[in-house]
């Protein structure tokens, strides 16, 4: 067990709906990551914040938001979704946003989009 | 922007053999960290192992260790006495030192089938 909490861990939905996915660091982590793991794409970095502030932006869609909240949990909104965004959606995080700091990952939201 | 390439989509080992996953990657800094994750069936993704570019010295874990060639730019994973519970996705992952580009960028990762 990381620490990461995910919530669901699956989730099907039809295209054109809105999602949200929530994610509980480990107890003391300021930093929280989103990756997206397809079969086309690999794992895919969406965004990073640290203590509730956006730091890092990576392939993330205009459709997707996220953010951290006070007490650090995260939530990853994806909105008018499309087949395509059927993927398993990672949080992760660590206690430092940078160097050698080991990064735990959560075991995933799965989301299926039909 | 940095790459991370694994060259060995799928990999086997008899079980107590060694095998030896390879990872290169492209990048044109000097302060950076690398890593080997771990997903097994379950999808979970395991830290195995990190290694710091500055320090020579490669780093071990128990039977897993690696081979870091910072001028060649290689990383690979080596893993003893390989178990049936080493069976799992295996994905090479370059961190950059530098502020504001902490993300981990992976490799498109090496399936390891451990035969009994």
């Known amino acids: 067990d990381s620490g990461v909490t995910q919530t669901p861990k699956h989730l099907i939905t039809a295209t054109g709906q809105r999602v949200t996915l929530r994610c509980s660091p480990r107890s003391g982590d300021l930093s929280v990551y989103w990756y997206q793991q397809s079969l086309d794409q690999g794992l895919q970095f969406l965004i990073q914040?640290?203590?509730?502030?956006?730091?890092a932006k990576g392939n993330i869609l205009e459709r997707f938001s996220a953010q951290q909240f006070p007490d650090l949990h995260s939530e990853l909104n994806l909105s008018s979704l499309e087949l395509g965004d059927s993927a398993l959606y990672f949080c992760?995080?660590?206690?430092?946003?940078?160097?050698?700091?080991?990064?735990?990952f959560g075991e995933g939201s799965w989301l299926t989009v039909v | 922007a940095q790459t991370v390439t694994q060259s060995q989509p799928e990999m086997s080992v008899q079980e107590a053999e060694t095998v030896t996953l390879s990872c290169t990657y492209d990048t044109s800094e000097s302060d950076y960290y690398l890593f080997w994750y771990k997903q097994p069936p379950s999808r979970q993704m395991i830290l195995v192992i990190r290694?710091?570019?500055?320090?020579?010295q490669n780093a071990t874990e128990n039977r897993f260790s690696v081979n870091f060639q910072k001028a060649a730019k290689s990383f690979s994973l080596k893993i003893s006495d390989s178990q049936l519970g080493d069976a799992a996705m295996y994905f090479c992952a370059y961190r950059s030192g530098q502020g504001g580009s902490e993300k981990l960028v992976f490799g498109k990762g090496t399936k390891l089938t451990v035969n009994p």
């Open positions: 992760a995080s660590s206690a430092e946003p940078q160097g050698f700091d080991t990064i735990y």
């Open positions: 914040y640290y203590n509730g502030e956006e730091r």
């Open positions: 290694q710091e570019a500055y320090k020579q």
